[in-house]
């Protein structure tokens, strides 16, 4: 009876049950059945919407209670992202490994009878904020076409002038609290801020080094700022590693010149500039620049260990070229050069020569050509798309007279008393007045009127006492004989500071009263206090003499710009060459004949070398160096009627140089050569040993000891320029295209020269 009654109770318990429900419902369970409900699942951590740093723990946790079982834990439940899949399991876990981006959490509970419960939470996981009181970041990609292979530890331009962009309203007004992060955002890149304006027209321009840039897919870096108690984040020399040399930017302006370490190295190596620019307000491809003359501006840069570079080397530049600039033609002003042939030789590949403004023939580096004499007459302009030298083969051959020497007062002394003189007025504007005077001021030629593009010689004249001064009330170009036959020589004009060397006989003419003249030789003698005037004359007497180069090397020093001098008398044949002032001193000679022997004077060097047109050397000399203001002499010495070097060779000095050498003619008396050096815009040079130079007409040069490639560049527009020398080839590069290649080889020349921005080349 206790078991029936047992279920009649239980059965009673049942009805009871359905009649609250509504009896008569068929929607109900027979004896021992339930209702299984699925999990209720929340996600306690993180929070909807969080945004998480990347590589950080997150941690996840939840619940999930079921009406049967309870809290279920351990396997029942399964985090998944809809990202990375299932990241976890159980009411807790950590995680650092969530990859970038937005992530939908979903948290599955499963209870024992398969019912399953979901709740889902958004979360960001970004990259790392470098820090909480940086407000702003930008992400910055630079696309992996623009390397052409794979850089390390690179300076990458970063320019922004969006004037809408968010930086320029919450940087701080100087741009101090800029920084720049890896693509982790927390790992600071070394940055260097060249300009920063956030007013007016915006805009930011920065390098930053890039750790890695590749060339398969693309860098992202960060830009932080939104910092208003940040200090300057910049790290100027973290950007140029050890491999600069020097970097300047050129955007630092003052009004003068001779403003001392005003252009700074970014560079450890401290490699500043002082200021010698007249120009200011100048404005450069990244923001502000430099404009120079091609006279008389520069930058000098010292001569620091750290810019003698032996082996590779790169050298690169923004430059526009002017539409108009200095003028490298050479002149045919003797009517003797007139009828002889002219050989030329070039300093770079490409070179297009022109006789007359038409094209004539095209030479590479060390090659030379003949211009023959039936294509010139007296006055006919030589030019070149590149540099060049050239010289007469009559006997008393010369260079031509290049544009720069021209001047409106000249003065030697007469030398072998009877003088022919010749004058051409190329430039203008309009008619020259020239007139010839002797020492005591009595008129020996003229007043002569010379239309603009007219030459015109002096036949003979005898001064009596060896002196004649030329006047000018325009430019002209002037070039001398002592006879119809031998010792021809181009006149420069007046100057202070002349150097050449002793032959036989140096002869010197004064244009001015009270000219105190200092004398110094090579072989450390010196004259010092001599006093002239005006139609004086006189010969220096100080140091050795000799024929064939062996003389002392020469410096004259005057008070005021008032002299003139040769040497002469170097025993066989037409000996005269005149001397130049330090200006005109050169590092590279290209030598356009044979010659019997090279003779130099250097200001403050020791060692010269000549190299054939492969980079081979030929020869070289050293002497003792004698400090300023002697000269230093060097003798490349040969033999009377043997060819020392051929045509083509290049002489590179480690100082500044005079030059002249005596062309070789078997059996035959032939004049010693004056040597002009190359005269192109210095964008970049340190004297022989390397440089970029600039030629007027858009051509681009790049020279390593001496020997130099070229490339073409537009006018009054920006180009990219790089120069790179590996040791056994050198390249130009204009706006990234390699443009010109030359096989070259050995190490660069170490020469004692200042590196300089912006001056001529100091080659001539």
């Given at each position: 009876?206790?078991?029936?009654?047992?279920?009649?109770?239980?059965?009673?318990?049942?009805?009871?049950?359905?009649?609250?429900?509504?009896?008569?419902?068929?929607?109900?369970?027979?004896?021992?059945?339930?209702?299984?409900?699925?999990?209720?699942?929340?996600?306690?951590?993180?929070?909807?919407?969080?945004?998480?740093?990347?590589?950080?723990?997150?941690?996840?946790?939840?619940?999930?209670?079921?009406?049967?079982?309870?809290?279920?834990?351990?396997?029942?439940?399964?985090?998944?992202?809809?990202?990375?899949?299932?990241?976890?399991?159980?009411?807790?876990?950590d995680i650092t490994t969530l990859s970038r981006g937005v992530h939908v959490i979903t948290l599955t509970a499963t209870d024992a009878s398969g019912e399953s419960g979901t709740a889902s939470i958004t979360i960001t996981i970004r990259i790392p904020w470098f820090g909480a009181q940086w407000g702003f970041r930008q992400q910055i990609t630079i696309s992996a076409s623009m390397a052409p292979s794979d850089q390390t530890d690179f300076p990458a331009f970063v320019k922004i002038t969006d004037q809408l962009n968010p930086l320029f309203d919450n940087a701080q007004a100087d741009g101090d609290d800029i920084l720049f992060t890896a693509d982790d955002g927390v790992s600071k890149l070394d940055h260097e801020v060249e300009y920063y304006q956030s007013t007016g027209t915006e805009e930011l321009d920065a390098w930053v080094r890039i750790a890695n840039l590749s060339s398969t897919s693309d860098t992202v870096i960060y830009m932080y700022y939104g910092n208003s108690g940040a200090l300057n984040q910049e790290n100027v020399n973290g950007v140029w590693d050890a491999g600069f040399a020097g970097v300047w930017h050129l955007k630092e302006e003052q009004a003068g010149t001779g403003n001392l370490g005003l252009y700074r190295d970014s560079t450890t190596n401290n490699n500043h500039g002082d200021d010698y620019v007249s120009a200011t307000g100048q404005d450069g491809q990244i923001n502000s620049g430099q404009e120079f003359d091609g006279v008389s501006d520069y930058v000098?840069?010292?001569?620091?260990?750290?810019?003698?570079?032996?082996?590779?080397?790169?050298?690169?530049?923004?430059?526009?070229?002017?539409?108009?600039?200095?003028?490298?033609?050479?002149?045919?002003?003797?009517?003797?050069?007139?009828?002889?042939?002219?050989?030329?030789?070039?300093?770079?590949?490409?070179?297009?020569?022109?006789?007359?403004?038409?094209?004539?023939?095209?030479?590479?580096?060390?090659?030379?050509?003949?211009?023959?004499?039936?294509?010139?007459?007296?006055?006919?302009?030589?030019?070149?798309?590149?540099?060049?030298?050239?010289?007469?083969?009559?006997?008393?051959?010369?260079?031509?007279?290049?544009?720069?020497?021209?001047?409106?007062?000249?003065?030697?002394?007469?030398?072998?008393?009877?003088?022919?003189?010749?004058?051409?007025?190329?430039?203008?504007?309009?008619?020259?007045?020239?007139?010839?005077?002797?020492?005591?001021?009595?008129?020996?030629?003229?007043?002569e009127i010379l239309a603009q593009g007219d030459c015109t010689s002096t036949g003979a004249l005898n001064p009596g006492d060896d002196y004649y001064r030329v006047l000018s009330d325009i430019p002209i170009l002037g070039q001398a004989d002592n006879s119809t036959t031998i010792d021809g020589y181009v006149m420069y004009p007046i100057?202070?500071?002349?150097?050449?060397?002793?032959?036989?006989?140096?002869?010197?003419?004064?244009?001015?009263?009270?000219?105190?003249?200092?004398?110094?030789?090579?072989?450390?003698?010196?004259?010092?206090?001599?006093?002239?005037?005006?139609?004086?004359?006189?010969?220096?007497?100080?140091?050795?003499?000799?024929?064939?180069?062996?003389?002392?090397?020469?410096?004259?020093?005057?008070?005021?710009?008032?002299?003139?001098?040769?040497?002469?008398?170097?025993?066989?044949?037409?000996?005269?060459?005149?001397?130049?002032?330090?200006?005109?001193?050169?590092?590279?000679?290209?030598?356009?004949?044979?010659?019997?022997?090279?003779?130099?004077?250097?200001?403050?060097?020791?060692?010269?070398?000549?190299?054939?047109?492969?980079?081979?050397?030929?020869?070289?000399?050293?002497?003792t160096q004698q400090t300023y203001p002697y000269p230093s002499k060097i003798l490349f010495a040969g033999a009377d009627y043997v060819q020392k070097f051929p045509a083509g060779v290049f002489v590179v000095c480690d100082a500044p140089a005079y030059a002249y050498y005596e062309r070789i003619d078997t059996g035959l008396d032939t004049d010693e050569v004056n040597l002009w050096g190359l005269r192109d815009l210095g964008i970049v040079s340190k004297g022989g040993a390397y440089a970029l130079t600039y030629s007027p007409g858009g051509k681009v040069n790049g020279f390593v000891n001496g020997i130099g490639i070229s490339a073409d560049v537009s006018l009054d527009v920006w180009s990219h320029l790089v120069l790179t020398y590996n040791g056994s080839e050198q390249k130009i590069y204009v706006d990234g295209?390699?443009?010109?290649?030359?096989?070259?080889?050995?190490?660069?020349?170490?020469?004692?020269?200042?590196?300089?921005?912006?001056?001529?080349?100091?080659?001539?």
């Open positions: 009876m206790k078991h029936i009654s047992a279920n009649i109770r239980n059965l009673f318990a049942i009805f009871f049950c359905l009649a609250l429900l509504g009896c008569g419902s068929s929607n109900w369970s027979v004896p021992g059945s339930s209702v299984n409900s699925p999990p209720v699942v929340v996600i306690t951590g993180p929070l909807d919407g969080s945004i998480l740093d990347e590589g950080t723990v997150i941690t996840f946790t939840g619940t999930a209670q079921d009406a049967d079982e309870g809290a279920l834990s351990g396997a029942f439940l399964v985090w998944t992202s809809d990202i990375n899949g299932q990241i976890g399991t159980g009411t807790t876990f000098d840069f010292g001569n620091d260990a750290s810019l003698d570079i032996t082996g590779g080397i790169t050298i690169e530049a923004w430059v526009k070229p002017a539409l108009s600039g200095f003028d490298r033609a050479r002149y045919v002003i003797d009517s003797v050069h007139a009828s002889s042939d002219i050989d030329v030789v070039s300093y770079v590949d490409n070179n297009v020569i022109s006789v007359d403004g038409s094209p004539y023939i095209t030479l590479n580096a060390g090659q030379t050509g003949t211009i023959g004499s039936s294509d010139i007459s007296q006055g006919s302009e030589i030019g070149g798309t590149g540099p060049f030298a050239l010289a007469s083969r009559s006997t008393i051959g010369d260079e031509m007279v290049p544009a720069t020497f021209a001047g409106i007062e000249f003065v030697y002394d007469a030398g072998r008393s009877v003088q022919y003189l010749y004058f051409c007025n190329p430039f203008g504007p309009g008619n020259a007045d020239i007139t010839v005077y002797n020492s005591a001021g009595g008129i020996l030629w003229g007043p100057a202070d500071d002349l150097w050449g060397i002793r032959s036989n006989g140096v002869y010197a003419g004064v244009a001015k009263d009270s000219t105190t003249v200092d004398m110094y030789a090579s072989d450390g003698s010196s004259l010092t206090g001599n006093i002239y005037n005006q139609g004086d004359s006189f010969i220096v007497n100080i140091g050795s003499s000799g024929s064939d180069g062996v003389g002392s090397a020469i410096h004259l020093n005057a008070s005021q710009s008032a002299l003139g001098a040769i040497q002469q008398a170097d025993s066989d044949g037409g000996e005269s060459t005149t001397f130049l002032p330090n200006s005109e001193l050169s590092y590279v000679f290209a030598v356009p004949q044979p010659s019997e022997y090279i003779a130099l004077a250097l200001n403050e060097g020791s060692k010269c070398v000549v190299y054939d047109s492969a980079g081979n050397i030929l020869d070289q000399e050293t002497t295209v390699p443009i010109a290649t030359r096989n070259l080889s050995g190490l660069i020349l170490d020469v004692t020269t200042n590196l300089e921005i912006g001056r001529f080349a100091n080659w001539y």
